[in-house]
């Protein structure tokens, strides 16, 4: 997939794009239903599927003490997409200029303009222009003098509810990792690199990779049950710990993954975690021994579940 930033409106000369348009964080279930839509679109024209998003996100200019965390690094979001079958992802540079552009501007400058739109897919939900004015609606008839069709794809529900990126947020944010895999359709995942830590677990007999997180948003605290990818593309099950090591007096948050049956130098790598379970929230311990014994048996529970014995698996 090619990633072009546009940083001004200027025609980028794809044939026949279709184009779907959000912010697209997280990559859900939601998301893929326009992504599924767009790329259908794009085939059936012979020609390209474009993702148009934003960056940084809107909130972060509009609003920016509300502006919420990204579920995905922009290189990960990139990596989801192009893996839906997306073959283009223009991200405009959101600024003040953009975000004052009228539906019409919007749908003339933007999407005939710059990207020579043919077919454009929204949620039913879409909104664009300043104080939200737009819709599906609207840019339907907007299209309609442009020369671009316009489909409104239905929200996917789940428990009843539309799927959303603050849904999956909120998941995280109480650890229940299976509710943002059900919103996702994937597990939630962090990419970060091994760093040094103070080797502790090594000397108690449990070695950690001590990691540094490229993403915004991690789950809650607590001892997870993860896969975690190390060079080579091989993935390894894993307990990580997420917190501040009240056994040993920690003060600061770390990410911690003991690599289960792994052994091998992990420092300077870039690895990824997948989060699959949280088996217990963070707990002081007596001492070393107390600590290393519930971790034995945070690695029996973590094994049922990444063997699908003790939950639904991978």
């Not at 003098?145 to 990126?165: I, K, R, T, Y």
């Not at 002081?284 to 107390?290: S, V």
Request: with cysteine; hydrophobic share 45%; glycine share 12%.
């Amino acid at each position: 997939m090619e990633r072009v930033r546009v940083e001004r409106l200027a025609p980028l000369g794809w044939p026949s794009p279709a184009v779907t348009i959000g912010n697209f964080d997280g990559v859900h279930r939601g998301h893929q239903a326009l992504v599924a839509a767009v790329v259908a679109r794009a085939r059936e024209a012979a020609g390209v599927a474009v993702v148009l998003t934003f960056d940084p996100h809107p909130a972060a200019v509009l609003n920016p003490d509300r502006a919420p965390d990204a579920l995905n690094t922009l290189d990960q979001k990139e990596e989801l997409l192009a893996g839906l079958g997306v073959d283009r992802l223009a991200v405009l540079a959101f600024d003040e200029e953009v975000a004052a552009l009228t539906p019409e501007s919007f749908a003339r400058e933007v999407l005939l303009g710059a990207l020579d739109a043919r077919h454009v897919v929204v949620g039913e939900s879409f909104r664009f222009g300043p104080r939200r004015q737009g819709d599906a609606g609207r840019l339907a008839a907007l299209g309609g003098g442009l020369g671009f069709s316009v489909q409104a794809v239905p929200p996917v529900l789940e428990q009843g509810s539309p799927v959303s990126s603050s849904r999956v947020r909120d998941a995280l944010a109480r650890g229940e990792v299976r509710v943002a895999r059900d919103l996702l359709g994937r597990p939630h995942f962090v990419d970060a690199s091994v760093v040094r830590g103070d080797g502790r677990g090594r000397t108690i007999g449990v070695p950690t990779a001590n990691l540094a997180p490229e993403n915004e948003i991690l789950p809650a605290g607590g001892v997870y049950a993860a896969r975690c990818r190390v060079p080579g593309g091989i993935w390894q099950p894993a307990v990580v710990n997420i917190g501040r090591r009240p056994t040993f007096g920690g003060q600061h948050v770390t990410v911690e993954a003991h690599l289960v049956d792994f052994d091998g130098d992990l420092y300077g790598e870039r690895v990824r975690l997948e989060f699959h379970e949280r088996l217990r929230g963070e707990e002081r311990f007596d001492g070393p021994q107390a600590l290393v014994a519930r971790i034995r048996e945070d690695v029996a529970r973590a094994r049922d579940v990444l063997t699908g014995t003790g939950g639904r698996g991978v």
